[in-house]
Structure formats: C-alpha cells, structure tokens
C-alpha cells in the first residue's frame, strides 16, 4: 500500500495527542516540559507533511518552530530551576498560590 | 522520485515513534522519560527524511536530541528526583484529562480523514539536492525572500530567552 500524507498526518495527530495526555495527567513538571517539547515536534512533522503538498514554506516555518522549542525549553528549565529552589518539589499541583 | 521501501520505513519508524513517545508519558523517573523522548525525535528526524526534508532532520538531530535533551538531563541533576518513586506519578482531575484527551483524539482524527480530500492530492516537487540552499533562498533570498523580517523577530526571541533563562536561574528571585 503507498503510504500518502494522510499516514504521516495521522502520526503526527497521535503523538500531539501523546504529548498532550502527557501535559495534562503528569505531576512532574519536567516531564510535562518533555510532552511539551513532543508536541512541538509533532506539529513540525505536520508542517512538513504540508509542505510536500504546498511547497517548500513550511520547511521553513518549521525551522522557526524549532527555534521557539529551543528558547521556550530554555526560559522554561530557568522556571524550574526556581521552582524547585524555592518549593523544594517539582510537582506542578503544589504550587497552588494562585488558587486561593 | 519515489524511494525505495517507503511503506516498511514508514511503519518502523512511525511505530518507534509512537511506541517511545507512549513510553515516555508512561514511565515514572524523567530520565527514563527522557531517553525515551531521545528516541522518539530521531525516529521523527527519520520521517523528516521521508518527507524529502533533510536540514530539518539535521536541525531535529542537533537542537532537539543534541541540545535540549542534553538541557534537561543537566536540570534533571540539578532537581532532587529521589522521592519520586514513593509519591503519586498522576495528577488528581487525571481520569478527566485522558476522557478530555481521548475525545480530542478521535476529533483530530475524524477532521483528518474526513477533510482529506480536499487536500491537493498532486505532491510538489521537492528536490533533496539543494534542499539547504532553497530554504536560505527562501529566507534571505533578495528576489523571492519571504523571512527576512521573522528572522531578525526569532533572533530577537532568542535573546529575551537567554536573558529571561539567566534572571530566571539566578540566586535569589
């Protein structure tokens, strides 16, 4: 069977979909960092599938999006790095300040 | 113009991928998690060669499995993970989030199989040669370069970044 875009399309749906259920059901705030990572890479197999259709732009705009993986990864791991200096855990649901 | 074997490298690695990245949400300690990430980028580093992208796989391989993973093992040392093995691994509205997730999922899917007809079913040609060359054209390119200006914008991100990173981790905030 030849393997079309819909193939790559549908992996990319999963794993988005896998970094979600990560993002939303994890405690540990380095792995939701990890499932956010894995998101974005899903999205950039999205853009690529796209740009076999539609040309060579969303090469391109995918680029960017690894770019703004890097810098959210970075920004984020500072957070962290706080995070934990001053609670001492890495779990997301006792850091509830704001709830209250 | 169509490679050799497409369909077994396709399942393979699409079955890597999917199979490590469901390893990765799953598994307790984040170092497992992220070597399990490692694999899941490099098998989508290899689909990105499928897709006739080859300096996007470069760029997957060295920021993604290079740079960031490298990140976040460092912080990984940094953070004390000893006590992780005794605590709860799952948040408490959990049982919500995959109902949520899972209604996602079937919603994506329906949209994708449902709406791709009407995609261009014709495929561009997309020359693996120049690949690196056509996308600097496309980015600096003085005659039908499009990204000069979000260029210069992503540079500026990454500068807010490293400075934010640096605040961020300073000793006291």
């Not at chain 2, 169509?2 to 490298?9: L, N």
């Not at chain 2, 690695?13 to 307790?28: E, F, P, Q, Y």
Request: net charge positive; charged share 10%; hydrophobic share 60%.
């Amino acid at each position: 069977m030849q393997i079309g875009m819909l193939h790559y399309l549908i992996v990319a749906a999963l794993l988005f979909v896998i970094g979600m259920v990560g993002v939303i059901t994890r405690r540990n705030v380095v792995i939701i960092f990890m499932s956010i990572e894995l998101m974005l890479s899903a999205v950039n197999l999205n853009l690529l599938a796209f740009s076999r259709m539609y040309g060579l732009h969303g090469q391109v705009f995918a680029l960017f999006i690894a770019a703004d993986a890097a810098a959210e990864a970075a920004v984020g791991l500072g957070i962290l790095i706080a995070f934990f200096r001053n609670r001492a855990t890495v779990n997301v649901d006792e850091v509830d300040l704001l709830k209250w | 113009m169509t490679p050799i074997a497409t369909p077994f490298f396709f399942y393979f690695l699409a079955g890597i991928a999917v199979i490590s990245a469901i390893v990765m949400v799953t598994k307790v300690s984040p170092v497992h998690s992220a070597l399990a990430l490692i694999v899941t980028l490099l098998a989508c580093a290899g689909l990105y060669l499928m897709l006739y992208a080859p300096f996007m796989a470069g760029v997957q391989i060295v920021l993604y499995a290079g740079g960031i993973l490298v990140m976040f093992l460092f912080v990984m040392m940094l953070v004390n993970i000893e006590h992780l093995y005794v605590e709860k691994m799952l948040n408490r509205q959990w049982k919500f989030g995959l109902a949520a997730t899972l209604i996602m999922a079937v919603l994506m899917l329906g949209a994708l199989i449902d709406g791709f007809r009407s995609l261009p079913q014709q495929l561009v040609e997309i020359s693996e040669q120049n690949n690196v060359q056509q996308i600097g054209q496309l980015l600096y390119g003085s005659k039908g370069g499009y990204y000069m200006f979000p260029f210069e914008i992503a540079s500026i991100l990454l500068l807010v970044a490293v400075v934010g990173a640096v605040v961020m981790a300073k000793r006291r905030v």
